[in-house]
């Protein structure tokens, strides 16, 4: 996946969905919110807070609220694109301009924002265990180095990285992932870093 540097280059570099895209961005950016890039697309903040992310996808454009399950959704709008894994994070999918409705996506953004302003959020579980999917298990047996900086790592980098395995669905690209962060996990890097 390609990371931009600007929300323009994110737009711009879209084939299917500029139009929607700069739509929606029209609308966040009449609101309170701050415009940065993160993870390689337009996330809007407030007091440093994400709130919501724009991004697009082969059949649909969309926004993500981050902590979309504790919005009220009286138009029953987001749904939760990974069920069991994701438990604040919820998108709203566009396929057509017509879908897009300004009132009603900044009253879900208002909404969001209080909530933020109020302090209220879900949070990760850190608690729970970290299970190592066993294509990652046997990769860190056979690399030595990498399994010791494993170990030593946070409980959510090491989460960062069984998840990043786990949810690959064909074999193949679980080996090119895992051939992928070996290097990095032998240099004690967690995978996302680069974006905090």
């Known amino acids: 996946m390609k990371r931009f540097k600007t929300a323009d280059d994110y737009i711009e570099s879209e084939e299917k969905w500029q139009d929607e895209l700069r739509q929606l961005r029209k609308i966040l950016s009449a609101t309170d919110l701050v415009e940065e890039v993160k993870w390689g697309g337009p996330c809007y903040t407030h007091n440093g807070k994400n709130i919501v ?3 697009s996808f082969k059949s649909y454009c969309g926004l993500w609220f981050f902590q979309g399950a504790l919005l009220a959704d009286a138009d ?3 749904i939760n694109a990974q069920e069991g894994v994701t ?3 919820r998108q709203w999918r566009f396929e057509s301009k017509k879908q897009i409705k ?3 996506i900044k009253a879900y953004v208002a909404e969001a924002i209080t909530l933020q302003e109020q302090g209220k959020a879900i949070k990760a579980d850190r608690s729970k265990p970290v ?3 066993p294509e990652l298990k046997t990769a860190l047996a056979k690399n030595k180095k990498a399994g010791k900086a494993f170990t030593e790592m946070t409980k959510g980098k ?3 990285y069984t998840e990043y395995i786990s949810s690959a669905k064909r074999a193949e690209t679980k080996e090119s992932r895992l051939e992928k962060i070996l290097p990095m996990i032998s240099s004690g890097i967690g995978l996302n870093d680069k974006y905090r």
């Open 76 to 78: 029953n709008v987001l």
């Open 131 to 133: 299970t190592i999917p």
């Open 87 to 89: 438990k604040a994070l």
């Open 102 to 104: 300004v009132r009603q």
């Open 53 to 55: 992310g724009m991004g």
């Open 158 to 160: 090491q989460r960062e």
